[in-house]
T-cell receptor, first 116, second 111 residues
Framework: DSGVTQTPKHLITATGQRVTLRCSPR?????VYWYQQSLDQGLQFLIQ???????AKGNILERFSAQQFPDLHSELNLSSLELGDSALYFC???????????????FGPGTRLTVL | DQQVKQNSPSLSVQEGRISILNCDYT??????FLWYKKYPAEGPTFLIS?????DKNEDGRFTVFLNKSAKHLSLHIVPSQPGDSAVYFC??????????FGTGTRLQVFP
């Protein structure tokens, strides 16, 4: 158990809909990272928040947005969903701010999103 | 364009033998390299890392080798154990930017 929790574990929805994925980081971690893993794809970095502020942005679509709240949990919002958005979405957390803290990223179990 | 490639989607190795997982990268600006292990229904777990100033890093049964001229790294597991059966992701990046992950190699260690 990494200490990072993600809810829900599974989500099935229809095209055009909007969903929210939730992540609670490890106690004491200030950074939250979101990754997408599509079928046969590696983990794609989406976005990082550090202590409530956006820290780095990756290949995140405009239909997707995220935020980190004062209690440090984070939500990833996916809207106007398309079939191709079906994937595993992982959240990770770390104590540090810098992306050089690679070996300190702890991953949650992921949310599997299926868009029908 | 995949900057980090794991060309073998799967690998099967007998228990006790050596497992060698390979990873190639294209970006010469990458200076930090990591391996993550992932079991089903769990998130990836950090395994071992290496910076570009080294060519080898060892941690118990796990050793990562880096060949900068070939832009190639490999993970050696010796001896392989059934509990090592998992998907292994290679990741790389510059030390001040995001990680790029490979597509993973599924390792199966059989008795």
């Amino acid at each position: 158990d990494s200490g990072v929790t993600q809810t829900p574990k599974h989500l099935i929805t229809a095209t055009g809909q909007r969903v929210t994925l939730r992540c609670s980081p490890r106690s004491g971690d200030l950074s939250v990272y979101w990754y997408q893993q599509s079928l046969d794809q590696g983990l794609q970095f989406l976005i990082q928040y550090y202590n409530g502020e956006e820290r780095a942005k990756g290949n995140i679509l405009e239909r997707f947005s995220a935020q980190q709240f004062p209690d440090l949990h984070s939500e990833l919002n996916l809207s106007s969903l398309e079939l191709g958005d079906s994937a595993l979405y992982f959240c990770a957390s770390s104590v540090g701010e810098g992306l050089a803290d690679y070996n300190e990223q702890f991953f949650g179990p992921g949310t599997r999103l299926t868009v029908l | 364009d995949q900057q980090v490639k794991q060309n073998s989607p799967s690998l099967s190795v007998q228990e006790g033998r050596i497992s060698i997982l390979n990873c190639d990268y294209t970006n010469s600006m990458f200076d930090y390299f990591l391996w993550y292990k992932k079991y089903p229904a769990e998130g990836p777990t950090f395994l071992i890392s290496i910076s570009s100033i080294k060519d080898k890093n060892e941690d118990g049964r796990f050793t990562v080798f880096l060949n900068k001229s070939a832009k190639h790294l490999s993970l050696h597991i010796v001896p392989s154990q059934p509990g090592d059966s998992a998907v292994y992701f290679c990741a790389a990046g510059p030390s001040d930017d995001k990680l790029i992950f490979g597509t993973g190699t599924r390792l199966q260690v059989f008795p």
